[in-house]
């Protein structure tokens, strides 16, 4: 009777066994199930014994999936996922959209200068859904993308993980911006050995940006200091205004009244054009909103580049 009633439901046990796979820990997957620990270790010593092998290496406090445990987890974790959506999945494939959330990873400058417009469509669109914007980067934000904290990640990426998808949608061209009087101003075909002696207002140390300034002018043999670091391309372009230093930058920032106040020269010779686009882990079922925001967001910036 014990043995037909576990199969009869499997879905509560690959569930549990999802949790406990994605934080490590029973503790944890008992309070995102609202359930006991006892339970959530039963429904996993079932599924084990279904399937006739170990899931879980248990050293101390600390349990990781075996060979095995990852096999199921990539065979699982879409089907339960699909399982969880499907009145909501259901519902918009009938012409309903009106309930739901949508959760987003992004840093500052993607939410300051990339999502406003797709957004509004959006929330104009789906007023029913619940749209929350994490202000997340790098790491921390790949790191809510493989715990199913949030749908979807978007900003831009140089170095894509085995187990992420990374799809460009829009491109922005690399420029550096100086006070209008500076002496940069005045040249017409700006090199690095033109901006070496100036210092650069760059933004904090983690972010992509240092590695790409290291590295073009590594590559270049020419020299460069930095002068300040500050957080947000707003309070750099504020202090460039103020004519504490230069910086490089993406053109993503800058407003007309931003090219009024400042000098802009273009970088494109030395440093890439920076992509912003949809982040994603693979094999993970996507949402009928966030399906929804990437369609719009592919629209927004298509009707963009079209103008």
């Given at each position: 009777m014990t043995t037909i009633y576990y199969k009869q439901n499997r879905l509560k046990k690959l569930r549990a066994f999802c949790q406990v796979a994605k934080h490590g820990s029973v503790?944890?997957?008992?309070?995102?199930?609202?359930a006991s620990q006892p339970t959530v270790s039963l429904q996993i010593q079932a599924l084990e014994r279904e399937m006739e092998v170990s899931l879980f290496?248990?050293?101390?406090?600390?349990?990781?999936?075996?060979?095995?445990?990852?096999?199921?987890y990539d065979l699982a974790e879409p089907l339960v996922q699909n399982v969880d959506h499907l009145h909501e999945t259901f519902s918009a494939h009938c012409g309903n959209l009106s309930t739901g959330e949508l959760s987003i990873a992004a840093g500052e400058s993607t939410i300051l200068y990339v999502l406003p417009e797709?957004?509004?469509?959006?929330?104009?669109?789906?007023?029913?859904?619940?749209?929350?914007l994490a202000n997340e980067t790098g790491r921390d934000g790949l790191e809510?993308?493989?715990?199913?904290?949030?749908?979807?990640?978007?900003?831009?990426?140089?170095?894509?993980p085995d187990d992420i998808e990374y799809k460009p949608i829009v491109s922005y061209n690399p420029v550096l911006i100086a006070p209008k009087d500076h002496p940069l101003s005045k040249i017409t075909s700006l090199t690095l050995s033109d901006i070496s002696p100036y210092g650069l207002i760059l933004p904090p140390r983690h972010l992509s940006t240092w590695r790409i300034v290291k590295m073009v002018f590594a590559q270049n043999n020419t020299n460069y200091k930095v002068s300040l670091e500050a957080g947000g391309w707003e309070v750099i372009k504020q202090y460039v205004k103020i004519g504490m230093?230069?910086?490089?930058?993406?053109?993503?920032?800058?407003t007309e009244e931003d090219r009024k106040d400042l000098t802009v020269l273009p970088l494109d010779k030395y440093f890439p054009k920076r992509s912003y686009g949809i982040v994603t882990r693979k094999g993970k079922f996507l949402s009928t909103p966030a399906e929804r925001f990437i369609d719009i967001m592919n629209n927004c910036y298509?009707?963009?580049d079209a103008e």
């Open positions: 503790t944890k997957a008992a309070e995102k199930l609202f290496e248990r050293n101390g406090p600390q349990i990781m999936l075996t060979v095995e445990g990852k096999i199921l797709p957004v509004q469509k959006f929330t104009t669109e789906y007023p029913g859904i619940k749209l929350r809510m993308l493989r715990n199913n904290d949030i749908d979807i990640a978007i900003g831009s990426m140089l170095e894509i230093g230069v910086s490089i930058v993406t053109d993503v920032c800058l298509s009707e963009a």
